[in-house]
């Protein structure tokens, strides 16, 4: 990392976090600061043009790697933030939203990234993927979102359509797809957006203003799985993929309603809802002060909460 | 009998305003200076059924609950029915007069005469008050202090309501012995098991606490969170156990020392993030109330069924260690050493409680703040080696764990297997190495443990074993024996087990008697498993009542 003159951000992408305690340094990163990884993905995977676009939001959002925590799943996304330089949790299947929770609370200063599938967010961690939209807990969540469970190799997932057939449902899945676009919108979520690893610099950008965005950021990441999904391949999803107009208001719930339920022949990437709700730390007047970490133990308060039983 | 003691039994609806006549006549003993042992008993409901608040109080300490009943205080007609059988020669009811027809030994009450409907109770624990020889300026106090201040228009009508019950009972009672009048009374705090665990967490220095509600642990997070605010903490109901235990994780990496309390279902949703906290080497403090089960068995009843549980939940092999507290002051002292046994060997550390002591409140001497100091979480980066790994491998197992985000040095960690840095690894050499490094760490907590007490005779005729909340029952029983020599040894830590620290003293009793709240003698099998020592008497109890000293001597009787 070198210390150069810092970039301050604009009004529209503060600047999400502060230097180290202590430190008068500010850190302007390249891309060489996160570090080249080999991975354990499929040649041709979606999820290399996502870290790709990972990597360049936080160049521009001159985030220094140890001041970021990713916390993530299981699955073949969920060992994208091996592959950078980061400060990591790589837990359970569907619990990283929980494990980012409790660590932002405990720590403010961190700039907290949840990053995993859609089987992770939607599937087995379906319930933490309400309630830190209802916390709107300030902390990104990135969903590689290929509509299939690619390392347990070829099971459907939340948001795999109706009809998808696998070596788990040869007569077809029978459910309805998840929308997870059209549910965190009806929640309110606090900035919602849909992305596609096809169009890196655009993603770049979405990830960009979700972490700057305080609250929950959603960012459903659409890519292919070419081993195990051979109808959401790159080309079908090329094909519908368009960037939202410019006139879209994000601010605009019903329209982002309808825009939520665009699917199929078009899908619109882009943000499409957005709005400003406090956040849960917000609530918190011990985070007002600093983060837990560190903090005392005020022995006359502890006093006095003891006193309290005589 | 213990000299001197008096059972009060208070019964009635839940609904009925129970629980609070039971908790102010508790505090009015525990302000006069008593000592008192409570247990609870009520339904899995919120109105209606029969549920009772004991408390057993004498002058001097009392260390477990009282079968027979000397002062029974029916607040409906269905109480004095169900414990006509247990009352004691010369005790007393108190029952409303409506509800006392055909009863003989009932002291029955006008209540409509000196109180209204929303007064009915501070009058009765007036009466009580009265009849137990209680200073009446004590409970007047302890009603207003209970009430003046969200009901301060009725603060006159209850200290009316206390005048007039005292001035009713003044004669009611001359045969009921009063309790011996203590001169000056000594500052006590009235806690309960869950109590004292909060305040043990707080003093150790806890951050971050997340919960479920689920019976008999739900107080712990109430009394939390009714404090965090001011202690600077924070307090989050989660949408589940899952997240509880995740939260918790996640805010210890980060370096907030954190703790979650359940039952035995919310622990069976939790298994999955122990195991978690043992690969990620996360500290760890997690409470668990005991309670019948299998499955939502007797929600608010009390058992202690779960050891085995807990001493294997978790897939994998990972080192762990197990409290069992007796009293309620070993529920402080533990805590705070859970927190610094799950800092410095960087695991899961557990308490375990049941419903019995989590409601069980007693007078128990201030601690001593003061000299009390919290945990430091991680360590700084001139106590690590560079380049900085999360997982090195070290002489103990235990590699010292930097924060995320305090300093430049990048934290990974991974519940995949993992490298020394904590990227994830299927190399099987060092698996091997890293599962070994992880068991290392279970010899610094063997160091640690904290010895069973034994209290008695040497070498006694019988050796009474017993682990948790039965420690006062088992003392007081043994104490009870006549014509042998009897000890008590009781393990406040359930593991790790050191042979060293008690062997010797199993083999030289002549009976040993492993008594404990469940039916496959879960301890008396971890004590053979760990030593070889079998301990073929037993006094078992598995419905959903505690462990009582008549109960043990029933049953050595039988």
Sequence with gaps: MRERVRVRGTTDHPHPSSPVEGEEKWYMVNLNDYGTYETAWCPGCGNFSLLKAVKQALVASDLAPHQLLFVSGIGQAAKAPHYLNTNL???????????????????????????????????????????????????????????????????????????????AQPQGYVLDQF???????????????????????????LIRQAIAHKGFSLIDI????????????????????????????????????????????????????????????????VLKSGALVGAAVDKEKLKEVMNKYL | MKKNACNIVIGGEAGQGLVTVGELLSKALVRSGYFICVSQFYESRIRGGHNTFNIRVASDEVIAPQEGINLLVALNKETVEIHKKDLLPG???????????????????????????????????????????????????????????????????????????????????????????????????????????????????????????????????????????????IVEQAED?????????????????????????GFALMVEGVSLAGMTETPIVIVMGQRPAPATGLPTRTEQSDLEFILHAGHGEFPRAIFAPGSI????????????????????????????????????????????????????????????????????????????????????????EHDEIGHITEDSSLRKRMVEKRLKKFEGIKKEVVPPTYVGEPQPDILFVSWGSTKGSVSEAASRIEGKTTAALHFSQVWPLVPDQFLKTLKEAKQVICVEGNAFGQFSRLIRRETGFEITKHIRRYDGLPITPEYILREINS
């Design chain 1, 179 to 205: 929308n997870p676009i059209a549910v965190a919108v009806a929640m309110h979520a606090s900035f919602v957006a849909r992305g596609f690893t096809g169009m890196t610099d655009h993603l770049a950008g």
């Design chain 2, 329 to 416: 002051e070993e529920c402080f002292d533990v805590t705070r050493k859970a927190f610094q046994l799950a800092e410095t060997y960087q695991s899961p550390v557990f308490i375990l409680t049941d419903q019995f002591i989590a409601d069980s409140f007693h007078a128990v001497a201030p601690f001593d703040i003061d000299k009390t100091s919290p945990i430091k979480a991680g360590s700084t980066v001139n106590e690590v080696l560079l380049p900085y790994q999360r997982h090195a491998f070290t002489e103990t197992g235990v590699s010292p764990r930097l924060l995320p985000g305090l300093s430049q040095h990048l934290v990974i960690t991974d519940s995949d």
């Design chain 2, 241 to 265: 156990e899952i997240a509880a235990i995740n939260m918790a994780i996640g805010a210890s990496f980060a370096g907030a020392p954190a703790m979650v309390a359940t039952s035995g279902g």
């Design chain 1, 222 to 285: 659409l890519q292919p799985c070419i081993t195990f999904n051979k109808v959401n391949t790159f080309a079908w999803y090329k094909q519908r993929c368009y960037e939202l107009p410019k006139d879209h208001d994000p601010a605009n719930w019903n329209a982002a309603m309808k825009r939520a339920y665009e699917w199929g022949d078009k899908i619109p990437v882009g943000v499409i809802y957005k709005n400003d709700r406090p956040t849960f730390e917000d609530q918190f007047d």
């Design chain 1, 89 to 167: 949790f790589n837990g359970l299947h569907g619990r990283s939203l929980p494990v980012a929770t409790g660590a932002k609370l405990a720590n403010p200063r961190l700039v907290v990234i949840a990053e995993s599938g859609d089987g992770c967010h939607y599937g087995e961690g379906a319930n933490h993927f309400l309630s830190a939209i209802r916390r709107n807990i300030d902390i990104t969540a990135l969903v590689h979102d290929n509509q299939v469970y690619g390392l347990t190799k070829g099971q459907a997932s939340p948001t795999s359509e109706h009809g998808f057939t696998t070596k």
């Design chain 2, 91 to 233: 005790a007393l009811v108190v029952v409303d007069e409506k509800n006392g027809e055909g009863c003989e030994i009932c002291i029955k009450v006008p209540y409509k005469q000196f109180s209204s409907p929303r007064t009915m109770n501070v009058a009765a624990l007036g009466v009580v008050g009265c009849i137990l020889g209680l200073k009446e300026d004590v409970m007047a106090e302890i009603v207003d202090q209970a009430f003046g201040k969200k009901h301060p228009e009725a603060a006159l009508e209850n200290k009316l309501a206390v005048t007039s019950a005292y001035e009713w009972a003044a004669d009611k009672s001359a045969n009921f012995e009063k309790l011996p009048q203590i001169a000056s009374p000594a500052s006590r705090l009235m806690l309960n098991a869950n109590d004292a665990i909060a305040l043990g967490a707080l003093s150790a220095g806890v951050k971050f606490y997340s919960f479920y509600p689920m019976t008999p642990s739900t107080s712990i997070g109430l009394n939390l969170a009714a404090e965090a605010k001011r202690m600077g903490i």
